[in-house]
């Protein structure tokens, strides 16, 4: 039987006869060796499990698990289950606007005075603009404030006791909820109120409301742990226990990150069950109304729908997405949706162009495709990618020319520049495909870089394309999105960019935005079943001529956001948010522009309120337009414009309509006590369900931050443990005397 003492003894005989001290040095040292190695590498990964609290302590994470709402308990640094939380939303949707109610109920199953932490994604452009906290009977309603005025007033009435809601965007389509002083069994519901725009595109009227929140991956290194004030300031801990650590490139990856292993979810046993309902007043008769990803049940009443989820609640492991279709020839071809606030007239103008056939083939094209396999496109996601890919490559013609970037922690190409559309070279790229997995982070900088780059060594001798179009094909899953815009931006020439958003619940404000400076468009496929209609679709798309040189002509003067009217493609409709000022629109507002090669114009009379022609007001279309001027300012920062300039314009458009923004915060707090002084407040977060069918993660953190560190210990002990084994394995030596000795 091998034991220590054995082992000593081998190990200093074998030393004795090879003059091997040091392996015996080594092996009679390696208690201490394996603590001091053990010791180092929780010291290496503290950066990555380490979150500050209230009083700046370092809290291990090291039994988080997912599916648990968990408590923190401050004077142990240890996290137990203490709150619990339903959803509910309801749509009421008439023409183009929508108006979304989202409740968030919270209970406290514990003996504790609680702190509830939720982070929940929106629509990327919904316009927030309203907040109230219900407590047993009371009713608390909040207001939008300055954002660092905002969490003082919290931070004050979380400190004395008072039952006080703060809510704040990271994003423009991920926000924050804080819930302070939840008392032992009590109940606090969350209502929050906003208005998106319904889009419109191939003739489908559609509606997405993400439910979850697929983990970005964080690039940079990580930056020193942050002061609990700064410049008056008062700065909050990390908000939900998120995974990541604030890097050189993304300062508030603590605040965009859930939690570090979000669990699955089930509609039989949801982890976060939601209830949703839809009134749907479309205007004209339809031909039919789905959800693509979720069963509902359906009825009609004076030709109002009403809807809601057949199994009447769904775990909030996918995005909602609700789709309808008009009749055919009752497609809009133009509309004005209009409000009244106050002295002001609003109003949000749709034109759709006509769909031309095309006189004359596509010109040849240079089409470089790429392609994310970073971690977070583990299980279905990469599937869907490989078949988006795969319907891709069928439809390239022997003219074009192609490559295809794949890219995770870093990029490689199939071919050194773009290759004709052959058949050799569309067989080895189907094999290329083929063999695509997911892993590692997602370094998209260097990927996008390379595909907006001149290709290298060119053909000289033949024809260089008129048209290079990007197909960008990802979750979005990343922190640094405002830094890959102004790359793209920068970069993007006479390139398009088109994005194609993988997955349950991709990051689809990135995916849009993306698109919009690439000046191209988006695509979604959710399912597997998608891919070969909405890919047909993309290429219908880009082989189709598009609307230039568009020009609007208003009766008067106005303020129409976005400023830059975009090119359009095939299907595409103009949509534009308009303020009239104090005078009711009247006259006629006509769009022109070059489509194929042809002038087209059209023109909409603008009816006065007093005409019975007049279009019938919608609430919601001042925020929306408030949204979209707020959009358009932030774009400009991306263009380097100075942001003290923007940050002032935004917040008096903000704080004028009341809307949430990144330099407003919504607080509402009640005004008496409610936890008795000398009782502590525990901080503790809502969990984020994992989205469906994507693979466990644990891969997710920046490359940048313990992996270097962590590895080179493994490393390490695994060598050392290899030569002890080696040790081992050699033939026992016999150290009896021979007769001659």
């Known amino acids: 039987m091998l034991t220590y003492p054995y082992i000593q003894r081998h190990l200093a005989r074998d030393a004795a006869r090879h003059g091997n001290l040091a392996l015996w040095l080594l092996f009679r040292c390696l208690p201490t060796l394996v603590l001091g190695s053990l010791l180092l590498l929780l010291l290496s990964a503290a950066p990555a499990r380490a979150m500050v609290d209230g009083a700046g302590d370092a809290m291990a994470l090291d039994e988080l698990e997912g599916g648990h709402l968990l408590l923190r308990d401050v004077g142990g640094g240890r996290y137990v289950p203490a709150v619990i939380h339903r959803s509910k939303v309801h749509f009421d949707i008439s023409g183009m606007v929508a108006r979304v109610v989202l409740e968030q109920r919270f209970s406290n199953d514990s003996d504790r005075w609680v702190e509830g932490v939720y982070a929940f994604p929106l629509p990327e452009k919904a316009a927030v603009r309203y907040l109230e906290m219900i407590v047993g009977e009371r009713r608390i309603v909040g207001k939008v404030r300055e954002k660092a005025e905002a969490r003082k007033i919290y931070q004050r009435a979380r400190q004395a006791g008072k039952k006080a809601s703060l809510v704040e965007q990271q994003r423009p389509n991920l926000f924050t909820n804080r819930v302070a002083n939840i008392g032992p069994g009590e109940e606090i519901t969350v209502r929050l109120e906003y208005v998106q725009q319904v889009n419109y595109g191939s003739d489908m009227f559609s509606l997405r409301f993400p439910m979850t929140i697929t983990p970005r991956?964080?690039?940079?290194?990580?930056?020193?742990?942050?002061?609990?004030?700064?410049?008056?300031?008062?700065?909050?801990?990390?908000p939900y226990l998120g995974w990541a650590v604030p890097t050189d490139q993304v300062p508030d990856a603590d605040a965009v990150s859930p939690l570090q292993h979000p669990s699955p979810g089930s509609d039989y046993a949801p982890l976060n069950p939601i209830e949703i309902s839809v009134r749907l007043d479309p205007g004209m008769p339809l031909a039919r109304v789905e959800s693509p990803y979720h069963e509902i049940a359906l009825s009609r009443r004076a030709g109002v729908y009403s809807l809601d989820l057949a199994a009447g609640v769904s775990e909030m492991d996918r995005d909602f997405v609700l789709n309808w279709q008009p009749v055919t020839g009752s497609e809009p071809a133009a509309a004005l949706f209009t409000e009244r606030v106050g002295d002001e007239h609003f109003g949000l103008l749709m034109l759709v162009p006509p769909v031309t056939e095309r006189l004359a083939p596509p010109a040849p094209r240079e089409i470089i495709f790429v392609v994310d396999t970073s971690g977070s496109m583990g299980g279905v996601s990469i599937e869907q990618a490989r078949a988006s890919l795969a319907r891709a490559l069928q439809q390239l013609r022997p003219e074009d020319h192609f490559n295809i970037i794949e890219f995770n922690s870093r990029h490689r190409s199939l071919y050194r520049r773009p290759m004709p559309a052959t058949r050799h070279h569309l067989t080895r790229a189907s094999e290329f495909v083929r063999q695509l997995h997911a892993s590692g982070g997602t370094e998209m900088m260097p990927a996008l870089r390379a595909a907006m780059a001149p290709s290298v060594d060119e053909d000289v001798y033949r024809e260089q394309p008129a048209l290079r179009q990007i197909i960008f094909i990802t979750d979005g899953a990343v922190g640094n999105e405002l830094a890959l815009f102004e790359e793209i931006s920068g970069r993007i020439g006479d390139n398009r960019l088109f994005t194609v958003g993988i997955g349950s619940a991709p990051n689809s404000w990135f995916m849009r935005n993306a698109a919009r400076y690439g000046r191209g468009s988006h695509t979604h496929i959710g399912k597997l079943d998608e891919v070969g209609e909405k890919m047909s679709d993309l290429f219908e798309h880009l082989s189709r001529p598009v609307a230039v040189d568009l020009a609007v002509t208003w009766p008067g003067p106005v303020e129409v956001w976005p400023e830059r009217v975009p090119d359009l493609y095939a299907g595409q409709p103009l949509v534009l948010a308009v303020k009239f000022g104090g005078a009711a629109p009247t006259g006629e507002v006509s769009v022109s522009a070059d489509i194929n090669g042809r002038s087209w114009r059209q023109a909409m009379r603008l009816s006065p309120e007093?005409?019975?022609?007049?279009?019938?007001?919608?609430?919601?279309?001042?925020?929306?337009?408030?949204?979209?001027?707020?959009?358009?300012?932030?774009?400009?920062?991306?263009?380097?414009?100075?942001?003290?300039?923007?940050?002032?314009?935004?917040?008096?458009?903000?704080?004028?309509?009341?809307?949430?923004?990144?330099?407003?915060?919504?607080?509402?707090?009640?005004?008496?006590?409610?936890?008795?002084?000398?009782?502590?407040?525990?901080?503790?977060?809502?969990?984020?369900?994992?989205?469906?069918?994507?693979?466990?993660?644990?891969?997710?953190?920046?490359?940048?931050?313990?992996?270097?560190?962590?590895?080179?210990?493994?490393?390490?002990?695994?060598?050392?443990?290899?030569?002890?084994?080696?040790?081992?394995?050699?033939?026992?030596?016999?150290?009896?005397?021979?007769?001659g000795a």
């Open 217 to 238: 991956y964080m690039p940079g290194a990580p930056l020193p742990q942050r002061p609990d004030t700064e410049e008056g300031e008062l700065l909050f801990p990390n």
């Open 610 to 739: 007093s005409d019975p022609a007049s279009p019938v007001s919608h609430p919601g279309v001042a925020s929306l337009w408030a949204r979209e001027k707020i959009t358009g300012l932030l774009d400009q920062k991306v263009l380097g414009r100075d942001e003290s300039e923007l940050r002032a314009e935004v917040l008096e458009v903000a704080l004028q309509h009341q809307l949430l923004s990144p330099y407003t915060s919504f607080v509402a707090v009640e005004e008496q006590v409610s936890r008795p002084q000398g009782k502590d407040v525990k901080s503790e977060p809502v969990p984020n369900t994992r989205p469906r069918g994507q693979a466990p993660q644990g891969f997710a953190y920046p490359a940048t931050a313990t992996t270097g560190p962590a590895r080179a210990w493994f490393a390490a002990l695994a060598l050392f443990l290899a030569m002890m084994l080696c040790v081992l394995r050699r033939p026992e030596l016999d150290h009896v005397p021979t007769a």
